[in-house]
């Protein structure tokens, strides 16, 4: 064997053996609990349970072995700019929330819908979001979140509280990720963009107002993809993907154009961008963070629909 071979084959095997120390097994946006099971043990992977409101007395029940709590309401994933409070936080401020949770750039993080309440999916996907936003590919959502981990009793279940060692994590942000009220405007004017709104039907229609915005209605040239409505009966997963596909048709979503998703406070909006972009494959779809909130606290924007 030559002195070359002998070289490269010590480069490969001191490769695969880094790729099994560090976990390095690519995952998709939605992982299921067998994936996460293969690789709960990997050395850089960092499950996070994803809770809409405080229930932690519920997470320290059961929770999957090692992963760790956040309250998505309470804890700074959003930040109040004005009167708007879904806002993208500070770059400083979401790189030390996100270190906190012991994630660095070589970290691949699970998300997990804790089920708990129906708005978790959404949750989780505007978590999922700006981990996106900020330039963070390794991030997963387990499919069915802790319903379908606890479904097998073959899966392990851990109890009591858990904490992280905070690790330096450093944001590339992407500003395709995210819609301003400027890009808003834009689309209204010339039309470059589809406009998607998330909200329930009658938010939609100007009948029903949430007390985050100002004025009920929609924006001009809307269509409407509740997002209830791309998820299951009990909401902890999405539908079929035939069945979103004819949803999106029946809506008037332009498949493949470049869109953008909004809501009241860019939550439900965000359940809507992940089927957008990660099932439906479209790399042209945005989040309007502020959504309504932050377009009707401008009292000269148009709204349509408006009662």
């Known amino acids: 064997m030559t002195r070359t071979i002998r070289v490269a084959l010590g480069i490969l095997s001191v490769l695969a053996l880094s790729a099994i120390a560090n976990g390095a097994a690519?995952?998709?946006?939605?992982?299921?609990?067998a994936w996460l099971?293969?690789?709960?043990?990997?050395?850089?992977?960092?499950?996070?349970?994803?809770?809409?409101?405080?229930?932690?007395?519920?997470?320290?029940?059961?929770?999957?072995?090692?992963?760790?709590?956040?309250?998505?309401?309470?804890d700074p994933w959003r930040a109040r700019i004005g009167v708007a409070p879904g806002?993208?936080?500070?770059?400083?401020?979401?790189?030390?929330?996100?270190?906190?949770f012991g994630v660095d750039n070589?970290?691949?993080?699970?998300?997990?819908?804790g089920g708990r309440e129906k708005a978790d999916f959404n949750a989780t996907a505007r978590i999922y979001w700006t981990f996106k936003a900020l330039g963070h590919d390794?991030?997963?959502?387990?499919?069915?979140?802790?319903?379908?981990?606890?479904?097998?009793?073959?899966?392990?279940?851990?109890?009591?509280?858990?904490?992280?060692?905070?690790?330096?994590?450093?944001?590339?942000?992407?500003?395709?990720?995210?819609?301003?009220?400027?890009?808003?405007?834009?689309?209204?004017?010339?039309?470059?963009a589809q406009l998607i709104d998330a909200r329930p039907p009658a938010q939609f229609e100007g009948n029903a107002k949430s007390s985050a915005v100002r004025v009920a209605g929609t924006l001009q040239g809307a269509v409407n993809v509740p997002a209830?409505?791309?998820?299951?009966?009990?909401?902890?997963?999405?539908?079929?993907?035939?069945?979103?596909?004819?949803?999106?048709?029946?809506?008037?979503?332009?498949?493949?154009?470049?869109?953008?998703s909004f809501c009241n406070t860019g939550h439900l909006a965000s359940g809507t961008w992940f089927v957008l972009r990660e099932i439906e494959g479209n790399r042209k779809v945005s989040l309007y963070a502020g959504s309504m909130s932050d377009w009707t606290s401008d009292i000269k924007l148009p709204v349509a629909n408006k009662p």
């Open 37 to 74: 099971r293969q690789h709960l043990h990997d050395q850089n992977l960092v499950v996070i349970d994803v809770y809409d409101g405080d229930q932690r007395a519920a997470f320290a029940s059961r929770h999957i072995p090692g992963a760790l709590f956040t309250d998505f309401s309470k």
């Open 138 to 192: 390794k991030i997963s959502i387990l499919e069915g979140g802790d319903k379908a981990w606890f479904a097998d009793e073959a899966d392990p279940v851990a109890t009591g509280a858990t904490t992280a060692q905070a690790k330096k994590f450093v944001a590339h942000f992407r500003r395709d990720y995210l819609a301003t009220r400027a890009d808003v405007k834009r689309a209204i004017r010339t039309h470059d």
């Open 228 to 260: 209830e409505d791309v998820l299951s009966a009990d909401e902890t997963r999405l539908i079929d993907k035939p069945l979103l596909d004819s949803l999106l048709a029946k809506a008037g979503v332009k498949s493949g154009a470049k869109q953008i």
């Open 87 to 100: 806002m993208l936080p500070a770059i400083k401020d979401a790189e030390k929330l996100i270190g906190s």
């Open 26 to 33: 690519s995952a998709q946006p939605l992982v299921d609990p």
């Open 106 to 113: 070589k970290s691949q993080v699970v998300l997990v819908p």
